[in-house]
C-alpha cells in the first residue's frame, strides 16, 4: 500500500560526488540533519536518485513517525492482508509515469489532485521532484455545493457524475449547463492551485536547477472534475492531458476497457505498486513498520 504524501516528511539534498564507500556513512548522517525528529522515532528510507560514483548525487529521504505507521498499519493488516511494502504516493506514481512514459526526453509534470492534498511530481532523465500542497477535491466539492446550495454529500455525487457525463441528447443541454455551473464553482480552487504550481515550477528550476516542464499530466481523483483539463491548458500555455498509467500494460481482459476508460486516472498508485511485484523499479523505498521487519525476519529463520 501507499502512504500519502501529507503523512510523511520528505526531503532531496544534493551530495558532493563520493566514493562508493563513503555514501553510506554520508547518507546517514545527512538523514539525522535533515529529518526533524529523533532517528529512532521514525520509520525513514533512502534511495539515490541520479548521479554515481564520482558524480554529483540526488538523494530523497522519507521519514514517517512510527506510531503514525503502526496506526496505518493495523488498519490494513485487520483487513486479513499481510504488509509486504510501503511505498509513497509519489514514488509510485513515479516509477508508473516512468513505465509508461520512458520515451519523454525532457521534462513534464505529473499533478495528482487528490481529496486534500495535490502532489507535485517533476520528471526529467537523471531527476526527479516532488512537493505537496493543501489544496484539493475537497475544496472543489465545498465549492459546487455553494453554487447549488445543496449537502457536500450531494456536491460531490453530483461532481462525479459529471466527471463521466453521457447521456441522450434530449440530455445535453441540461449536462452542459450543470458542467459548466461546475467548472465556475471550482474555479477559485483551481487558480489558487495554478498559483501554487506557478510557485513550484520557479522552486524546481532555482533550487533543483531542473527544467521547466514541456508539458503537464493530470492524475487522482480531480483530474476528472469537469474543465480542470482546459484551465490548466489555457493558463499555463502547456499541452494538458490525462495521464495514462495503463499505456504500456496489457489488460487481460479487453473487454473491461470501456468500464476504465474514463477512471484511468485513478489508477497511477495501484499501477505503480503492481510493478514492484513485476520488475526492477527505478524508485524502491519500502517504509515497513519494524513489527513487520521483526515478523518476516522470524519467518526466514523458520525451517521449511
Known sequence: YTIAEESVFSRFVQLPALGEEKIERIIAFEAQQNVP??????????????????????????????????????????????????????MALYNAFQFNYADLSDCSLLLDIGARTTNLLFVEPGKMFTRSVPLGGSLVTSEVAKEFNES???????????????????????????????????????TRLQA???????????????????????????????????????????????????????????????TIASRKHLLGEPVGLALRVANRCPIELNLLPRSVVRRQEMERRRPH
Not at 37 to 64: C, K, N, R, S
Not at 66 to 76: G, P, S, Y
Not at 164 to 180: K, L
Open 37 to 90: 525528529f529523533p532517528l529512532e522515532e521514525v520509520v525513514w528510507d533512502y534511495q539515490l536518485i541520479a548521479g554515481g560514483v564520482g558524480e554529483q548525487i540526488q538523494v530523497v529521504f522519507v521519514a514517517i513517525k512510527a506510531e503514525i505507521l503502526d496506526q496505518i498499519n493495523r488498519a490494513v493488516e485487520e483487513t486479513g492482508l499481510r504488509t509486504w511494502i510501503v511505498d509513497l504516493t509519489t
Open 152 to 190: 457536500f454529500a450531494a456536491a460531490e455525487f453530483r461532481k462525479k457524475r459529471n466527471a463521466v457525463a453521457g447521456g441522450t441528447r434530449e440530455e445535453s443541454n441540461v449536462i452542459e449547463t450543470e458542467i459548466s455551473r461546475i467548472a465556475r464553482a471550482a474555479q477559485s480552487i483551481w
Open 196 to 258: 501554487e504550481v506557478m510557485r513550484s515550477i520557479s522552486h524546481y528550476c532555482a533550487q533543483q536547477h531542473g527544467n521547466r516542464p514541456d508539458r503537464l499530466f493530470l492524475s487522482g481523483g480531480g483530474a476528472g472534475t469537469p474543465g480542470v483539463r482546459e484551465f490548466f491548458q489555457e493558463k499555463l500555455q502547456l499541452p494538458v492531458e490525462i495521464f495514462d498509467p495503463l499505456r504500456n500494460v496489457p489488460l487481460a481482459n479487453s473487454g473491461t476497457l470501456d
